[in-house]
């Protein structure tokens, strides 16, 4: 998936406050999206059948992948965003950091806005792929409930 590019000369000067925001939010949002990559597989594990007739087990696999690397790439992310949320005491406490410290981490800051960005985006994706193809095999599944009844 194509990378974002983000603006980011505003980051100088975001709060202490802002900064800390952003990073609950990022947790919020990987723990909800954790939560969803266990509905994928859920989704996945009751559909196999159906998604193996109407895709072949090599695109069935790489569904499978895909959706294991997203869920590791999460687990990544929410240890990077943990380990940042952290090194706020940096800009927090009373002691005067060099200045190289703190831009070093609103450079960090920076580097997880752009992870954060493309991760999101690389999960709608998936999201609308899986979906998409689920919403394909209900449909074929329906008409042939129907001709059986028929």
């Not at 980011?8 to 406050?17: A, N």
């Not at 493309?118 to 899986?130: A, V, W």
């Not at 998409?132 to 042939?144: N, S, T």
Request: proline share 0%; hydrophobic share 40%; glycine share 0%.
């Amino acid at each position: 998936m194509k990378k974002t590019q983000v603006k980011t000369h505003f980051i100088k000067w975001l709060s202490i406050e802002e900064i800390h925001h952003d990073s609950k939010e990022w947790l919020l949002e990987l723990d909800f999206l954790k939560d969803e990559y266990h509905f994928f597989v859920d989704l996945i594990k009751c559909n196999t059948i159906e998604l193996i007739d109407f895709q072949g087990v090599a695109e069935c696999n790489k569904i499978i992948e895909t959706l294991s690397d997203a869920k590791k790439e999460n687990d990544n992310l929410m240890k990077l965003v943990k380990a940042h949320e952290k090194k706020l005491v940096i800009l927090v406490d009373e002691v005067k950091h060099a200045k190289d410290e703190e831009d070093a981490y609103k450079d960090e800051h920076v580097k997880l806005i752009i992870l954060m960005k493309n991760h999101l985006l690389e999960h709608r994706s998936l999201k609308l792929s899986l979906f998409d193809i689920l919403k394909k095999i209900k449909r074929i599944e329906k008409q042939k409930h129907r001709i059986d009844v028929e």
